[in-house]
């Protein structure tokens, strides 16, 4: 009895203020539409910092001293190593064909012989493309052996982790500042609600009504709201995504595409989150100081 009471009330209230209800659907709408665009490209973007990630290797080179069963079996226990994908052994022969397809020429026919040393190469999981782990694998391989020369680019692992670092902050600062807009509005139109049933809201509470009785029609219609809010950003950034992108930009579509799958359902959840969130903000305070 108690909940259908409350869900009545709550879609009473938001009957009873059309226009402040309005306007948070509508600002809500627009802050998830935002939201979820930048979260798809923002999304999009982290999946290419870790494809980048997954491309970072590590080349072991072995000292002449090294004989090719040693450094088949060396290549072996790096694989072992915690953080490494891959490890492959790179013969001399192999070197030298590889740099005879990079350069297009034949270095045993030009220096008569092969001076490239036999190497290993080692793929590093994406979860571990960072300094402070590359130093640790670059340690625990370097033991292993005396003399081993080992090398990556540090200066492209840098660049990664610069670009990472400030884009999780802009991420973050930019989607805080939009979530915090949407609660913000949600918790304003409530607490006109509150304020217009002030009366009855005192009635209730001196015959007895509990706390929770009080606040279900309010945060049911912040819920309401919210989800109403997130449903139609979903549509909106559905059909930038499928009608407006498939048709004009598909290149841009094939990038955000897979991204987009997984904002349509977050935005109707983070509407919905927003909207009981803003609620209970506002009737906490307003029951506080009533």
Partial sequence: MDLIYSVKEGFSGIGRAKMPAAVTMAIGFFSLVLLGLFGSVSLSFY????????????????????S???????????????????????????A??????????????????????????????PGYADEVNIDRIRKKAGDLDYGLDIRYNREYLSAIERNASLFTLLTAG???????????????????????????????????????????PFLIEGAVQGLVSGGLAALGVYLVFEQALFRYEPAIYQILHPSALIVYPGLVSLGLLLGVFGSMFSVGRFLRKD
């Fill in 174 to 216: 930019i989607g805080g500042i939009i979530a915090m807009a949407t609660v913000v509005m949600n918790a304003y139109t409530v607490r006109l609600a509150m304020y217009a049933r002030r009366d009855k809201i005192k009635t209730m509470r001196l015959v007895g009504a509990t706390r929770w009785f009080i606040s279900a």
């Fill in 47 to 66: 999946d290419l910092i870790q494809e980048v990630r997954s491309r970072v290797e590590m080349e072991v080179f072995f000292s002449d001293a090294t």
């Fill in 96 to 125: 030298a064909a590889r740099f005879s397809s990079e350069f297009g020429e034949d270095v045993v026919r030009i220096l008569g012989s092969n001076p490239l040393p036999r190497s290993a190469r080692l793929s590093i999981l």
């Fill in 68 to 94: 090719e069963a040693q450094a088949s079996a060396l290549t072996a226990q790096m694989g072992r190593i915690g953080g490494v994908g891959k490890a492959t052994y790179v013969s001399k022969d192999a």
